[in-house]
């Protein structure tokens, strides 16, 4: 008996490792090399790739493929139907399993529904990709990035909220959530803890 939970309709191969609490939702598959933390959810018709490790507490929601390449780190949130890439140039007719970029999604980020993030990339710490955007560079830490290609936005708090911050330059804010605070220097945000 296993200490995570499969719907009847999933497919988990063996040799993958499903961490205590988990649950895999209907019409899941995943692959036997896949590596996946503790407290996960993986929502209706989720694919895990073999080479893929997701950390603790991630959610990821319906319609996702996480593909070989793919590291999510802890609390990582996937938003419904987002999608991964791990082909920089595709072609039906050339095979090119072993030119697969890493993409590496940093502890807390949030992923929104239908975006896209082009293989090779990392996103940062609790940084925000807004539904819909195509993610195809690097996302600093806290950024909150949207639109065709994403575009740096704003910012945002490990509680999900905007903080009053400019794009640039320094400044200081505090979470109209939780009251924490963050401080901007040089163009980088970080939270300072009190």
Known sequence: ??????????????????????RVWHFVHVCGGARIGRECSLGQNVFVGN??????????QNNVSVYDNVTLEDDVFCGPSMVFTN??????????KD??????????????????IVCGVAVGEYAFVAAGAVVNRDVPAYA???????RH?????????????????SGEAKCPGTG????L?????EYVPT
């Open 87 to 96: 082909v920089y140039n595709p072609r039906s007719a050339v095979s090119r």
């Open 180 to 183: 924490d605070h963050y401080r």
């Open 51 to 60: 080479r893929v490790v997701i950390g603790d507490n991630c959610k990821i």
């Open 153 to 169: 936005v704003g910012w945002m708090s490990r509680h999900g909220e905007r903080l009053d911050l400019p794009l640039d330059g």
């Open 99 to 116: 030119e697969y970029r890493d993409t590496i999604v940093r502890r807390g980020a949030t992923l929104g529904a239908n975006c896209t």
């Open 144 to 150: 909150l990035v949207a639109g065709v290609p994403a």
């Open 185 to 189: 220097t040089n163009g980088q945000c």
């Open 1 to 22: 008996m296993s200490d995570y939970s499969v719907h009847s309709s999933a497919i988990v191969d063996d040799g993958a490792t499903i961490g205590a609490g988990s």
